[in-house]
């Protein structure tokens, strides 16, 4: 079912178009708001499992041809009503102008919302088809590819492609990695920043950026392998809502993954279609559920805070923010406490290498405080 807030990029795009002075759909690179809207257009047709848009000039065309009530969204009955009539459309047919709807519709700001939107609408449309084969490794698979891979070559690609477990999630995936445009290039190479795995822009002067808030505080970017177009050939980017969303906190989730690992744990990733993010299974069979949580904003998190999903079922269970959140904080972890309502009163936050540490100290045969989740102690 499609949230109503697409009616918002959609007729935020078609008054940035329209307000150009030749009216014109303008070439590709298409405006933020018109890829944002047409990318969003997309996901819900493939949804549908209807033909999208080719590109903008047909997206522009529906909107003056096709009254909303006929596009491939859905919207419940009193959704719908307080949404739009039933031939209405975000175009005027004659004069190409922006109708009074569309002007209702358009929002000031919030594109980090719309981003947001689209991050949620992929993996809802991502779990949808991966439920729909009754396979939750699709699911895991997926996740994984997002997180460990948002730049692809096309020998990345082609090796995706012949993964039986992606089969379900193909479309989305070729809708959600477009060509990596040009300003990333360097002397015919993309670089990806070995830290985030996204790719570095090159800066006029000399020097790269990282896209990531948390990748510049810690020091100037470290690039990784070039990646000669020559040899490589065209790349592949994951769309910038999904590598802010999916990509940068899923560094972390597969970070814990890796230190509990290397304790000889066992570790599954996002189980049962993302139920949570870690399930750990210590050797004598004793469960712990972990999700984790990127946030800079310890009271918003609290506000949100609840318990942790029953199923799959585990034996402990508490939220993990990484250390470089905690840091920047006076008293992140407090401030979480005091957020937290009356609901989620037994849900633990831990910083990662805290519980890493009493990870180790359970294996070690420790059952008091410190090899708990719920455990206060002084580490
Ligand atoms: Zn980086």
Redesign the pocket.
């Known amino acids: 079912m499609i949230e109503v807030p697409l009616l918002n990029v959609l007729a935020t795009a078609v008054i940035e178009i329209a307000e150009k002075p030749e009216q014109a759909v303008p070439p590709p690179p298409y405006p933020p708001e018109a890829q944002r809207a047409l990318d969003q257009v997309v996901l819900e047709c493939l949804r549908e499992k209807v033909t999208p848009p080719s590109g903008l000039p047909e997206l522009i065309s529906w909107c003056r041809t096709r009254p909303l009530d006929r596009w491939p969204l859905k919207l419940t009955d009193d959704e719908a009503e307080e949404a739009f009539g039933s031939g209405d459309l975000l175009i005027d047919r004659h004069s190409g102008m922006p109708t009074e709807l569309c002007l209702e519709w358009k929002v000031d700001g919030g594109k980090d919302s719309a981003a947001r939107q689209y991050d949620r609408r992929t993996i809802a449309v991502a779990l949808q088809a991966c439920r729909a084969v009754d396979s939750p490794e699709s699911y895991t698979r997926f996740r994984r590819v997002l997180v460990d891979q948002p730049v692809l070559t096309r020998a990345d690609w082609s090796e995706l492609a012949g993964d039986l477990y992606l089969y379900p999630v193909k479309p989305l995936l070729e809708a959600i990695y477009p060509t990596a445009p040009d300003h990333y290039l360097s002397d015919g190479c993309y670089t990806p920043?070995e830290?985030?795995r996204?790719l570095l822009v090159p800066l006029t002067h000399g020097g790269w950026w990282?896209e990531?808030d948390q990748?510049r505080q810690q020091g100037p970017?470290t690039p990784g392998r070039p990646l000669p177009i020559s040899v490589t050939g065209e790349v592949l980017q994951l769309r910038r809502p999904l590598r802010q969303f999916v990509t940068g906190p899923g560094r972390a989730e597969v970070g814990l993954e890796d230190a509990l690992r290397d304790l000889g744990l066992a570790v599954e990733m996002w189980p049962a279609y993302d139920a949570y993010d870690l399930r750990v299974t210590f050797p004598d069979g004793h469960v712990w559920a972990i999700d984790v949580k990127d946030r800079v904003h310890p009271g918003l998190l609290g506000r949100k805070a609840s318990p942790v999903p029953q199923t799959p079922p585990y034996n402990e269970a508490c939220w993990v923010v990484p250390r470089y959140r905690v840091q920047g904080h006076h008293d992140y972890l407090g401030a979480f406490r005091r957020a937290c309502p009356a609901s989620a009163r037994g849900l633990h936050l831990l910083v990662d290498d805290d519980l890493v540490r009493r990870a180790r100290a359970r294996l070690r045969g420790g059952r008091g405080p410190e090899a708990r989740l719920d455990g206060e102690f002084d580490a």
Request: proline share 12%; glycine share 0%.
């Open positions: 920043c830290r985030c996204t990282c990531r990748c970017p």
